[in-house]
């Protein structure tokens, strides 16, 4: 792909160079703003000679042209850097006569001179864009964001585009969603493409996505100091260029390059000190391990007492503990990168090697994540018309895991379940065995078996046998040929390579399998992408340019996968396969070609109307037969109205408007081998609980998949229109960027429910589900004060997407029944939303609901109602004779985690070009969490909330739950369900907690103001520090992360998500660690 | 510079160049076939998917649901809480429903029975049928009214039978398999190692077939009365007559390790504590000084037995007593003590238990103890304990939750209600948990007013 610079750099190359250097002539000077500011990082250079370099931290610059080269003759010289209009000027060059040169830019607030990637090999300028491409550069990626993950970074930085960080342990995926879910099944996460290669950016989990241990996604391989810039293709009308892979969106990531001049160095070194913010979360210390306010205590070997803490009263002067800050410490970070780059006129370089060291929040030795990765980008002028490149990453991820989220070996499940009189320490007793609350004394293995118990936290904290460790590759090579100068040929072909080897285990005495287990698992993924572009440009006239570009896709993707598991530990360790008694291995493996043609026309006309017009014709070999081949068109319009009115000087109280008008079509192809249907070796058959039997087992049984295959699928298909403007004011000192879009999705692929009793499978993948998004993107962005010493800008952003599923083939809603849990299962559902929560309540007022809810005969639940005395309000809390609401059996949609809205303000400001200071505020409205924490800790009795088991006349409607049940009807009104510790413990063990059947009371709004990024730096660059480190300049910087959070709802963090990026239904909370609040430290060396 | 109509044609070449090289880019080897599932299966494999479909409902799940509502078992955790005070959905039950039709049900029933007729395997047919009236019987026993008739018709919304006629097809459809298994052909080659039990012995099938005719016979006595009881009779005199025969789940424990469901649930699934022995059933035994205790509970775990808490342990789900004491009820109900005297004696002396002293006295006395020893046999058979109460109202067991009724069916799965507009929604069918063949039974069969009425 080309660079933004280089590009420039690469359409002149045409003259040859000679011989050796003699005397030549050395070009200096500098570059600031129009105040006076230094530019740091602009690029001064010659265009017709390709000879430059950059300007260093006081926006000073110097370079040398050959003796050989200056003959007198006379060359525009051109200085550039992003947000300001390129100036070029004419210079003499005479051989032994320098040049000096300064220039002061003036800023370009909407970037509009700059060459943007557009995608498979093209790119253009952004006034010429007829679509929303929203970039955000190194700086804004590396300048208070993880160190770890580039999807992390990208929160809060393009409207649009919603992000969730899985939890605050390293390694941890995150999710992106860019304008709304666009698919019903997968993970509607955007394609990722790097320097125009495709990579992976799978969240494979090991053992399923609920429990387990967190998984990375796999783009947080990338090196986040390695990328100059990252382009968000958002909408179909920008993305059509990818077709069929493009659906939700396209994330270009652009790596950084060498500059021909001097060799650049530049070292940062940053420390991350991390630790959580528990939010409103709160346990109670208030009583003991019991039940029914009795207290239990173990005191004799084996025995098993209450899961539950609904003891009595804990006398003072008894030790409580902290259960979730004990599992708690502070994480470090260290993040060091180096990297040398530079060239010659002919030749460029880049090189870098960076890695990341996290020590994480949870205590122990078993929390870490480490990513070491160098990278080597080169390119050669081969001749005045052929240039070459090659970039390639090597990547070494490893991790240590602990075993969360919802599994009864999870850290935070056992650790927020113990009662608040137990000591979780020491984890193992006096024989060594796990000391869990609920059995602390055991004496052999085998008595823990079937004991029913959590694990202890510090148990699973040692738990040495989660690991994984991947290397990947991500290489390409390029070429460029400008056969004329009309006529450019460009070849990239680039491959993605790793090789996950994991292992998830669980030793002897674990609560989710006493005996033990390992599971090794080894990934090997190998995608090869080819792409050639053709592009022709031709002037007309004065008034009318344009190009045609014609290009070809190849591409393949492979992927073997091998699990082998085993059970029942023989000894104690290793924990390897050949220390189990049994073993079964799975070995799963996919092939899947694409063969594409693009073509792209563009036309420019009187230097203020741009058309673009495409089609992409794609073929997958993942299609069905019947649909090998489909087409994804796409046309854009762009009018920079002020130059019709005479304005291209950018000055004014209005000083600049673009109007904008796009319509594409992208796609998202059917799962692989999709079009099949097939049996299946290994059907189980038993329960939700997990005791299953295997068909396999034995001598082999085989039964046919639930689901079945379809030959006829063809790719989901998205049409979207946008429309917008791009404005400016007070001579570009505002500027505002407005864009509404309307996508409707068709052909979605959905697992329809069929009649198992009418054709023996209860689902059939097929295309005809519809969906549509609309919604609407603002960006508003003010500099009030630039002045030479003081810069200050201001940015808010805004989007909305309202999404709605509006067929599903007959069906009212399909589950997703990937989470595991009974009472808040993920959907999509006729008119909402996709992934919205479907679970029971408990029977309301106002619902027409007809039911036989005591077992003597069908009621007219509303009839009832209204025979409360004063009446009834819709959605009033229906009370049983006896006082208690009683659960609705109808499965129902209860929780829509989808935001209303999400915004993002920044700020930044400059003083004396030293001293920046800058902040982002991310702010979430709506979006409802399943808070399935707090539904559980009601049923053990941990949670503070159940503290209210003091009440003796516990009433609903008067003194419990009033806030989320303000209203009550029914014959139960009246009567005290709740007069001692026993009536409350059995509520909140029964229906009233997270394992009764009503998933919707522990539903809550997680909308959030998060202090997301807060830094400062210091720009050192005197003479002292070159005398001092041999530095030309030093930047000295503080800042925070995910400082403070905003927000009334009750968990951990609002922004949980269980299953991380894997999961379609985001929303749900169980047992999760938050994300983590950092405080960094960081050093920037540059010469 | 080059002129371009010299590169044109150059660059065309090279684009069809290396499209030309990619005529079978998009099918052919790994594109076009899975390499991970296979697409045949042959009618002895397909039987023994079943076979693990038929034990996971007699053994799984199901059984422990009502085993609790016929309250052998109590809930003492979380969701299991929940389920003993006869709190249930349409998710708690998802997945049991469609078993019956989906993989290892009645769809590779039909491709197995197909097999086997092409190979004129009459043997694994008739294995195929008997498995086939188990499955559907034991569907209509958990949900009433199915489709079956029309099943697997492709019929957009096919209705459903009456659950009366569903157990009627059973009954046929268990005829033929005994009819089958009459066959003597050398084409008969029957399952073989693919039958777990019995390793395709005809004489074994035919003899479970008939208990099963006589169990599903007795289901209907509430509607068909005294017809039931005698098709019960004569088919039980025809059934299982040794324990060596008994139908069991046999797992796999080695090489492999598949075990018994209650094992898994209380162990390695990680569910222990969720379940333990009701304490009126506990009761039960105890006042009676049964010597069964031991082997049915280990009091101290609050749970099954060490014996039948191994991995091991194969679950017994149609026994020859269940044989024997289904007779002694049919010949009672029809009027003949004395056999029915004996045969529960018989019943008991397979239990290791004497004569039954309060049974010689007849009428009541007699019929109470032969409905007590079925309750106590029933204990983890399956859904027997739970199907004896709804059909007797014996034990009279007082409700879990007062005011409640215990559940005579489960739902019908959320799927399968939203593709085939004849299921009614959940909590309003027939006539909410219940079904036309359980009418509110004011007396309870052991005398006295029904608790749960």
Request: hydrophobic share 35%; glycine share 12%.
């Amino acid at each position: 792909m080309l660079k933004r610079i280089l590009s420039v750099i690469a359409a002149s190359a045409m003259v040859a160079s000679a011989a050796l250097a003699q005397s030549g002539t050395t070009i200096s000077g500098r570059v600031t703003n129009e105040a006076g500011a230094p530019l740091p990082g602009a690029s001064v250079f010659i265009p017709s000679l390709n000879v430059g370099t950059q300007t260093n931290d006081n926006g000073r610059y110097s370079f040398v042209v050959a003796g050989n080269r200056a003959a007198g003759q006379t060359v525009g010289l051109t200085a550039r850097i992003i947000g300001f209009t390129a100036k070029s000027v004419q210079i003499t060059l005479t051989s032994g006569r320098d040049v000096t040169e300064n220039f002061a830019l003036i800023s370009n607030p909407l970037r509009l001179g700059e060459v943007v990637v557009t995608g498979a090999g093209t790119s253009t300028t952004r006034e010429k864009l007829g679509v929303t491409i929203n970039t955000i550069d190194s700086a804004s990626i590396t300048r208070a964001a993880a160190p770890q993950n580039i999807v992390s970074a990208l929160a809060g930085k393009a409207p649009g585009v919603v992000v969730r960080t899985q939890s605050g342990e390293p390694g941890a995926s995150a999710d992106i969603k860019i304008r709304g879910g666009s698919s019903l099944s997968g993970t509607n996460q955007p394609l990722f493409v790097v320097d125009g290669v495709p990579i992976d950016n799978s969240t494979s989990s090991t053992t399923g996505g609920d429990g387990g241990t967190v998984t990375a996604n796999r783009a947080s391989d990338i090196n986040p100091d390695d990328i100059a810039s990252v382009d968000i293709l958002k909408g179909s009308a920008a993305a059509a260029i990818y077709g069929a892979r493009a659906a939700n969106g396209v994330v270009l990531i652009t790596t950084k390059s060498g500059h021909s001049g001097p060799t650049r160095y530049s070292f940062t070194s940053s420390t991350n000190v991390d630790n959580i913010d528990a939010g409103n979360m709160a346990l109670q210390r208030s009583y003991a391990q019991g039940d029914g306010g009795v207290t239990a205590a173990c005191t004799k070997t084996n025995c098993a007492v209450s899961s539950n803490s609904f003891g009595a009263a804990i006398p003072t002067g008894t030790s409580t503990y902290d259960h979730l800050n004990e599992i708690y410490n502070t994480g470090y970070t260290f993040d060091n990168n180096l990297s040398v780059s530079g060239g010659n006129d002919r030749t460029t370089f880049y090189g870098s090697g960076g890695l990341t060291n996290q020590d994480g929040v949870l205590v122990g030795p078993q929390n870490k994540y480490n990513r070491a990765t160098f990278r080597l980008k080169g390119s050669e002028e081969v001749s005045s018309t052929f240039r070459v490149g090659g970039n390639f990453n090597f990547i070494d991820t490893r991790g240590n895991y602990v075993q969360q989220g919802s599994n009864t070996s999870g850290v935070l499940l056992g650790g927020l379940r113990t009662p608040p009189n137990f000591n979780n320490l020491p984890y193992l007793n006096s024989l060594g065995l796990q000391r869990p609350y609920r059995f602390p004394n055991a004496t052999s293995v085998v008595a823990l078996e079937g004991a029913g118990f959590y694990d202890n936290p510090f148990f699973v904290l040692n738990n040495p046998g989660n690991r994984s460790e991947l290397d990947r590759e991500i290489a390409s090579f390029t070429a460029d040929w400008h056969p004329s100068s009309w006529l450019a040929f460009n070849e990239t072909l680039g491959a993605d390579n790793y090789a996950d080897s994991r292992l998830q285990s669980l030793p002897l005495t674990s609560a989710a399998t006493t005996t033990g287990t390992v599971t090794r698992s080894d990934e090997n993924f190998l995608e090869i992408d080819h792409n050639l572009t053709a592009t022709a440009t031709h002037s007309f006239s004065d008034n009318f340019a344009s190009t045609l570009t014609v290009g070809q896709n190849l591409n393949s993707r492979r992927d073997r996968a091998l699990a082998s598991n085993g059970t029942q530990l023989l000894a104690a360790t290793p924990l390897a396969l050949q220390n189990t008694v049994s073993q079964t291995a799975n070995q799963n493996e996919s092939l899947a070609h694409i063969e594409s043609y693009f073509a792209q026309a563009t036309a420019d006309l009187y230097g203020q109307l741009y058309f673009t017009l495409g089609v992409r014709n794609d073929g997958f070999s993942t299609f069905g037969a019947s649909n090998r081949r489909s087409n994804f068109p796409k046309a854009s319009a762009a009018w920079t109205f002020t130059n019709a009115l005479g304005k291209r000087d950018q000055k004014g109280l209005f000083s600049y408007g673009k109007l904008r008008a796009a319509y594409g079509e992208t796609g998202k192809e059917p799962p692989v081998y999709g079009t099949i249907t097939a049996f299946s070796t290994g059907r189980t058959f038993g329960s939700g609980y997990g005791d299953a039997i295997n068909t396999r087992f034995g001598p082999g049984g085989i039964a046919s998949s639930t689901g079945q295959g379809n030959d006829a699928l063809r790719p989901e298909r998205s049409k979207e229109f946008e429309f917008g403007g791009d404005f400016g004011f007070l001579s570009q000192r505002a500027d505002l960027s407005i864009t509404s879009y309307s996508k409707h999705t068709s052909d979605v692929i959905i697992s329809v429910p069929t009649s198992a009793a009418a054709t023996g499978y209860s689902s059939k993948l097929a295309n005809g589900a519809t969906l549509s998004n609309r919604g609407i993107e603002l960006a508003f962005n003010i500099r009030p004060i630039e002045t030479k010493n003081v810069a200050l800008e201001l940015g808010t952003q805004f989007a909305r997407n309202k999404g709605s599923v509006d067929n599903l083939l007959g069906a009212q809603f399909i589950t997703y029944n990937n989470e595991g849990f009974t009472g808040a299962i993920g959907s999509s559902t006729l008119g909402y939303a996709p992934g919205v929560i479907r679970g029971s309540d408990f029977i309301r007022c106002g619902r027409g609901l007809k039911l036989n809810y005591d077992g003597s005969g069908v009621k007219d639940i509303d009839a009832i109602c209204a025979a409360t005395p004063g009446g009834y309000k819709n959605n009033a809390l229906f009370l049983g004779a006896n006082g208690l609401p009683i659960p609705d059996p109808t499965d129902r949609v209860i929780a829509d985690p989808n935001p209303k809205y999400t915004m993002s303000y920044t700020t930044s400001l400059k003083l004396w070009n030293k001293l920046t200071f800058s902040g982002l505020l991310d702010v979430r409205k709506g979006g409802a969490v399943w808070n399935g924490t707090k539904g559980i800790l009601f049923a053990k009795g941990t949670s503070a909330a159940t503290d209210v088991r003091s009440t003796t006349n516990g009433q609903f409607g008067v003194n419990f739950d009033t806030k989320i049940y303000p209203n009550v009807a029914g014959p139960g009104v009246g009567a005290v369900p709740f007069n001692n510790m026993a009536a409350w413990d059995a509520w909140f063990v029964g229906n009233g907690g997270g394992f009764g059947p009503v998933g919707e009371q522990f539903v809550e709004d997680g909308s959030f103001v998060k202090l997301r990024e807060l830094s400062l730096t210091y720009a050192l660059d005197g003479a002292w520090v070159k005398n001092l480190v041999g530095f030309t300049s030093a930047d000295v910087r503080i800042a925070g992360r995910n400082l403070h959070t905003w927000t009334k709802y009750t968990g951990l963090d609002p922004e949980a998500n269980l299953g991380g990026g894997g999961f379609l239904t985001q929303g749900v909370d169980y047992f999760n660690s938050p994300q983590t609040r950092s405080f960094v430290v960081s050093i920037s060396l540059n010469r | 510079m080059i002129k371009p109509w010299k590169i044109a044609p150059v660059a065309a070449l090279a684009l069809l160049g290396v499209a030309a090289c990619s005529g079978d880019f998009l099918s052919g080897g790994q594109l076009s076939t899975d390499p991970n599932r296979p697409t045949a299966a042959n009618a002895q494999q397909l039987l023994g998917g079943v076979q693990s479909n038929l034990w996971s409902h007699w053994g799984s799940d199901p059984a422990r649901t009502t085993g609790m509502w016929a309250q052998q078992f109590k809930g003492l955790i979380s969701q299991y809480i929940s389920v003993y005070q006869y709190a249930h959905d349409e998710t708690t039950t998802n997945g049991i429903h469609t078993s019956l039709y989906a993989g290892g049900g009645l769809v590779d029933l039909k491709k197995a029975d197909s097999l086997a007729l092409f190979a004129n395997d009459k043997h694994t047919l008739g294995v195929g049928q008997i498995m086939e009236g188990a499955l559907m019987g034991t569907g209509a026993d958990l949900f009433g009214d199915l489709v079956y008739s029309q099943a697997l018709q492709g019929k957009s919304n096919p209705t459903l039978d009456k659950q009366q006629a569903v157990y009627d097809s059973v009954q046929k459809v268990l005829s033929a398999g005994i009819a089958n298994m009459a066959s003597n052909n050398p084409s008969d080659v029957g399952p073989g190692t693919y039958d777990l039990n019995y390793a395709g012995n005809p004489t074994s099938w035919t003899k479970l077939a008939y208990t099963l005719k006589a169990r599903f016979y007795m289901h209907t006595a509430k509607v068909d009365g005294a017809a039931a009881y005698t098709a019960a009779l004569a088919a039980a005199q025809l059934g299982l007559d040794s324990p060596t025969i008994d139908y069991k789940g046999v797992y796999q424990i080695t090489p492999t390790a598949e075990t018994n469901f209650y094992y898994q649930f209380q162990n390695t699934a990680g569910r222990g504590g969720y379940m333990g022995i009701d304490p009126q059933f506990i009761a039960l035994l105890k006042s009676r000084n049964d010597p069964r205790f031991a082997n049915y509970f280990d009091t101290t775990k609050n749970y099954v037995s060490v014996t039948r808490d191994a991995a091991a342990y194969p679950q017994t789900f149609v026994s020859t007593t269940e044989n024997l004491l289904i007779w002694s009820e049919a010949a009672y109900r029809t009027g003949d003590q004395a056999t029915a005297l004996v045969k529960l004696n018989a019943a008991r002396a397979l239990a290791g238990l004497g004569s039954d002293a309060a049974a010689a006295a007849g009428g009541q006395a007699l019929l109470t103890e032969i409905l007590t020893e079925e309750y106590i046999n029933d204990y983890q058979l399956g859904e027997e304990a739970w199907n004896l109460y709804k059909r007797t109202c014996f034990p009279n067991l007082t409700p879990t939750v007062a005011n409640l009724k215990m559940p005579r069916r489960l739902y019908y799965d959320s799927g399968e209600r939203q593709t085939n507009t004849n299921f009614p929604a959940a909590g309003t069918d027939p006539n909410g948990s219940f079904n036309q063949l359980d009418p509110s039974a004011t007396t309870s069969d052991g005398g006295g007013a029904c608790l749960d009425q």
